[in-house]
Nanobody
Framework: QVQVMESGGGLVQAGGSLRLSCAAS????????MGWYRQAPGKERELVAG???????NYADSVKGRFTIARDDASNTSYLQMNSLRPEDTAVYYC?????????????????WGQGTQVTVSS
């Protein structure tokens, strides 16, 4: 049982900044990776940024240089710092957390989604 909760979305003017947070809780051995996705109306959900347990990051080309993903292992939290926001960044942003759980059958990995938080960038 793992719960993932996003926060920090809102309405911001173009050029502004927002910081999204994603807290994971529940039963797991470790978090292997955390990622932020977004989905705009009428479009497919896309990966925005990801970070591994080794703090290796990757970003969508559209956000490179503007967004930064980080994680705090002590609190099982990831952050997405969004700067220089553009209207095309408007979407529902979702946190995904990939966790490792150990059972009598061995380790297995499973990912969990948050409920999403709305980010709206006005021009």
């Amino acid at each position: 049982q793992v719960q993932v909760m996003e926060s920090g979305g809102g309405l911001v003017q173009a050029g502004g900044s927002l910081r999204l947070s994603c807290a994971a809780s529940g039963s797991f051995v470790s978090i292997k990776a955390m990622g932020w996705y977004r989905q705009a109306p009428g479009k497919e959900r896309e990966l925005v940024a990801g970070i591994t347990s080794s703090h290796i990051t990757n970003y969508a080309d559209s956000v490179k240089g503007r967004f930064t993903i980080a994680r705090d292992d002590a609190s099982n939290t990831s952050y997405l710092q969004m700067n220089s926001l553009r209207p095309e960044d408007t979407a529902v942003y979702y946190c995904n957390t990939l966790v490792t759980t150990w059972t009598k059958w061995g380790q297995y990995e499973k990912d969990y989604w948050g409920q999403g938080t709305q980010v709206t960038v006005s021009s």
